[in-house]
C-alpha cells in the first residue's frame, strides 16, 4: 500500500532529526513548486509490508497564512491529502507546540502525535498524561526521542494503523456555544466540492474572513450577507 505522511511541527523541536531517522539516505531534497522554500521527502527505512512517503514540512508554530512557510505548509494539508500527519510536539516545551497540533486537527487530516524529547521530560521528574492528552485531543500520541531512536518504531506502527483505518474522528467541538453554531450554520453553504472532513476547517476560517479562503470559495450573496452577520454577533462576543 502506497501511504503519504506529512511530518509537522514547530521550529527546533527536532523535525530534521525525526526525519532523518525515520528515512536515512533515502531521501530527496529540492524546493517546493513556485518558492525558494525547501521541500524534503523520503522513503521510511526498514518497511518492507507498505511504501511509505515522508513530507516534512516547513518548521511553523501556525497554519495562519502569513510566512511563506505556512503557506505552503497550509496549501499541502488542504490539496495534497496526506495520508496521516505526524505532528512531532517537543515535551520539554509542550504548551506551546500544542497551539499548531490544534490546527493541523482542524484540517480534518488524521494526526499522530510524536511526544519527542519524552525521555528528557521522565528526567526531570515529570509525567505527562499522555492517555488523557490523546482522549481530549481526539488522536493518538506516542513518546518518542528522535535523537535516541525510541519509539519511531510504534510511531511508524500507529501512523500506518491510522492510515489503513480509512475513517477516522473528525474535530470535536472546542469552542463557545455561540461560535460552534455560527460554524454549523456555514458548513451547510460550503461548495460540494469541499470534502466533508475539512469542511469544519473552511467554515472556521470563513468567520475569520481569511483572505486565501475567501478568494478560494464561492458564496451567494444570501449566504455572504448571512456570513457577514455572523461575523459581526462574533466581534461583539469577542470584544
Partial sequence: MNIKFALAGNPNCGKTTMFNALTGANQYVGNWPGVTVEKKEGKVKGNKEDNITVVDLPGIYSLSPYTLEEVVSR???????????IDLVDATNIERNLYLTTQLIETGVPVVIALNMADLIEKRGLKIDTKRLSMVLGCPIIETSALKGTGLKELI???????????HQLPQSIFSEKIEKA??????????????????WYAVKVLENDEKVMNHIVLSSQNK???DSLRKELETELD
Avoid at 496549501?75 to 500527519?85: A, K, M, S
Fill in 157 to 167: 506502527a500507529e501512523a500506518v494503523k491510522v492510515a489503513k483505518q480509512g475513517e
Fill in 225 to 227: 450577507t448571512t456570513i
Fill in 75 to 85: 496549501d499541502f494539508l488542504l490539496n495534497e491529502d496526506p495520508d496521516v500527519i
Fill in 183 to 200: 460554524i454549523d450554520t456555514v458548513v451547510p453553504v460550503l461548495s460540494e466540492t469541499i470534502t466533508a472532513n475539512k469542511k469544519r
